[in-house]
T-cell receptor
């Protein structure tokens, strides 16, 4: 069945460092791909999404490109801030839109 | 307004209590969801309502009883819970409510942190 595999954490970076959180998926057809972020003590917020191959989602300096050839949707940010400290979830909706899968989450801590 | 509100924020209950969690959205969304999230884990889907009808029940024990009284409100009634049910309960909504709804953006509430003693 469909699934999402996400980079194990936790990740600790210094402020202004480059961030990559890896996400790969297994799916039939063309799923939709998402990154959600959960700040401490809060619910989840959509960070970005992509619905077809080669689409790039971007928001708040974060980017991820839907790569069909490598079945990946890695999250990147060029310069992280302390306020980016959160748990990041990669997620997939199957091509029918009737199934949804979260990755295990990656905890990011950014230190000043 | 892209807000989903949940009450209460925190809840402590005994195993014999009956309580309810409430969720509300005023975005005109027709799909609403309940998720359960344990610490350091991803959310697990419990129920999905589409146009106020239960469309997905992920084999959740009957001590959890969802209710969707109208298109803006979603309740989760709790009865005879176990300590392992302690978790963060998240409500979410999305626009469509028709098949293929998971391709849409889900808007999450802040959650209710439940402790069962």
């Amino acid at each position: 069945g469909d699934s999402v595999t996400q980079m194990e954490g936790p990740v600790t970076l210094s402020e202004e460092a480059f961030l990559t959180i890896n996400c790969t998926y297994t799916a039939t057809g063309y799923p939709s791909l998402f990154w959600y972020v959960q700040y401490p003590g809060e619910g989840l917020q959509l960070l970005l999404k992509a619905t077809k191959a080669d689409d790039k989602g971007s928001n708040k300096g974060f980017e991820a490109t839907y790569r069909k050839e490598t079945t990946s949707f890695h999250l990147e940010k060029g310069s992280v801030q302390v306020s980016d400290s959160a748990v990041y979830f990669c997620a997939l909706s199957d091509y029918t839109g009737n199934q949804f899968y979260f990755g295990t989450g990656t905890s990011l801590t950014v230190i000043p | 307004d892209t807000e989903v509100t949940q009450t209460p924020k925190h809840l402590v209950m005994g195993m014999t209590n009956k309580k309810s969690l409430k969720c509300e959205q005023h975005m005109g969304h027709r799909a609403m969801y309940w998720y359960k999230q344990k610490a350091k884990k991803p959310p697990e889907l419990m129920f999905v309502y589409s146009y106020e009808k239960l469309s997905i029940n992920e084999s959740v024990p009957s001590r959890f009883s969802p209710e969707c009284p109208n298109s803006s409100l979603l309740n989760l009634h709790l009865h005879a819970l176990q300590p392992e049910d302690s978790a963060l309960y998240l409500c979410a909504s999305s626009q469509g409510g028709t098949s293929g709804g998971f391709q849409e953006t889900q808007y999450f509430g802040p959650g209710t942190r439940l402790l069962v003693l």
